[in-house]
Nanobody, 115 residues
Framework: QVQLVESGGGLVQPEGSLRLSCAAS????????MRWYRQAPGKERELVAH????????DYAESVKGRFTISRDNAKKTVYLQMNSLKPEDTAVYYC????????WGQGTQVTVSS
């Protein structure tokens, strides 16, 4: 069955770094565009970063540009989100999302930025 499993979240101090991973199975990962979303308590889910199936198109939310980097390894069926210079306002549950016609969500991983 289709699975997206996020990992790498945790508690980090402001200005720290984390690397999230999302491992895919059960579908043809290489044709799917991949996205990272996040949802903070009491807020709507927002798009953080987007990478096309081949990695040639990448886009970021303005709030994370210059700090976050999305990448993918189609051989490993994994998408990554490198997060640097983290701020308290980055605190949220981070979800990966695969899209090619139908869409699939992961279960999310908590990122907490706090001193």
């Amino acid at each position: 069955q289709v699975q997206l499993v996020e990992s790498g979240g945790g508690l980090v101090q402001p200005e720290g770094s984390l690397r999230l991973s999302c491992a895919a199975s059960g579908f043809t990962f290489s044709v799917y565009s991949m996205r990272w979303y996040r949802q903070a308590p009491g807020k709507e889910r927002e798009l953080v970063a987007h990478i096309s199936s081949t990695g040639t198109y990448i886009d970021y939310a303005e709030s994370v540009k210059g700090r976050f980097t999305i990448s993918r390894d189609n051989a490993k069926k994994t998408v990554y989100l490198q997060m640097n210079s983290l701020k308290p306002e980055d605190t949220a549950v981070y979800y990966c999302y695969a899209r090619y016609g139908a869409g699939y969500w992961g279960q999310g991983t908590q990122v907490t930025v706090s001193s």
